[in-house]
T-cell receptor, first 119, second 111 residues
């Protein structure tokens, strides 16, 4: 597709349930990022993928959060045993090359986000 | 500890006038700065960036100014148009993929 797509656009779940959020990056982009934006906050970095590997998971807030990427393309962010504080907009971004040694990182392009509400 | 701060949550400007959005940062290791624009129900859209080796970068109606000594950057939009009404985020990085974002400023351009 032309841009980054995410699904679902909205997700309402009950506390304690697991959720999966999907991201389809721009075709050919090797780097993929997950962020989240809680109410009144800036975008918070969660995880970075280069290809299928995740060299930086430092932003994942707890072990209830995990992410994977397959085929160097689609990524899934999974939140287990959701809590009310997980309610946020989860944004995915992709870039052509990501972090390449000695070079400026390239521009990240964002999807529309998934609004997650945990009741 | 917020490393990138946008102290004005909102700004209203008359159409045709200049919009100035401000951003302050605390980490002197940041060397690359970006502005993103976000419409409701859409993801942030890249607008303009600047490297720390420059103090100004211009793209059409948008100009970003960087004052490294003050750890301050600003985005100027001239002339402002109603379609510019959106939330503007500044972001910074220290030469890596990890962008640190501010909390955003909601710009409203009045017709």
């Amino acid at each position: 597709g032309a841009g980054v797509s995410q699904s679902p656009s909205n997700k309402v779940t009950e506390k304690g349930k697991d959720v999966e959020l999907r991201c389809d990056p721009i075709s050919g982009h090797t780097a993929l990022y997950w962020y989240r934006q809680s109410l009144g906050q800036g975008l918070e970095f969660l995880i970075y993928f280069q290809g299928n590997s995740a060299p930086d998971k430092s932003g994942l807030p707890s072990d209830r959060f995990s992410a994977e990427r397959t085929g160097g393309s689609v990524s899934t962010l999974t939140i287990q045993r959701t809590q009310q504080e997980d309610s946020a907009v989860y944004l995915c971004a992709s870039s052509l090359e990501g972090a390449t040694r000695g070079h400026r990182t390239d521009t990240q392009y964002f999807g529309p986000g998934t609004r997650l509400t945990v009741l | 500890d917020q490393q990138v701060k946008q102290n004005s949550p909102s700004l209203s400007v008359q159409e045709g006038r200049i919009s100035i959005l401000n951003c302050d940062y605390t980490n002197s290791m940041f060397d690359y700065f970006l502005w993103y624009k976000k419409y409701p129900a859409e993801g942030p859209t890249f607008l303009i960036s600047i490297s720390s080796i420059k103090d100004k970068n211009e793209d059409g109606r948008f100009t970003v100014f960087l004052n490294k000594s003050a750890k301050h950057l600003s985005l100027h939009i001239v002339p402002s148009q109603p379609g510019d009404s959106a939330v503007y985020f500044c972001a910074a990085s220290s030469g890596t993929y990890k962008y640190i974002f501010g909390t955003g400023t909601r710009l409203k351009v009045l017709a």
